[in-house]
């Protein structure tokens, strides 16, 4: 079978804002989500970071590389500060080569971020706040 490109989505939370805290958290959320696909360093064409603007102790980017990513280009950013928006969040996008069709993709949220798989990735506080 062909490899694809294809990209998975995933988030987690913290219960505080330390440099610990993120780095365990970011640590479990990419391992899982390269466990439940399927997926090695090799297999993975870039990561995407976004973080929301109560976390201030830590890149989330640097433990993807402490991971043994330090070859796959990261990124970070911050998230949109929306009013009902979910607090220490940290949420992610992985582009892999992969052999698994797109239904088969594993999309990883840990945590309280367990809610956003539900809405699609949005905070149910978000969509309200813009009705």
Do not use: K, W
């Amino acid at each position: 079978m062909t490899p694809h490109v294809r990209a998975i989505r995933g988030a987690t939370t913290l219960e505080t804002d330390s440099a610990e805290e993120i780095d365990s958290r970011v640590r479990e959320l990419v391992g899982a989500i390269l466990e439940r696909n399927a997926l090695d360093a090799e297999g993975i064409i870039s990561i995407f970071f976004t973080a929301t603007p109560d976390i201030r102790s830590a890149f989330p980017a640097t433990s993807a590389r402490l991971m043994g990513l330090d070859g796959v280009p990261v990124m970070g950013a911050q998230e949109l500060d929306v009013e009902g928006g979910m607090d220490l969040c940290v949420r992610v996008m992985l582009h892999v080569e992969t052999e698994l069709p797109r239904e088969r993709i594993e999309h990883v949220y840990l945590h309280r971020a367990a809610s956003l798989q539900a809405t699609g990735g949005r905070s149910a506080g978000a969509d309200a706040a813009r009705s």
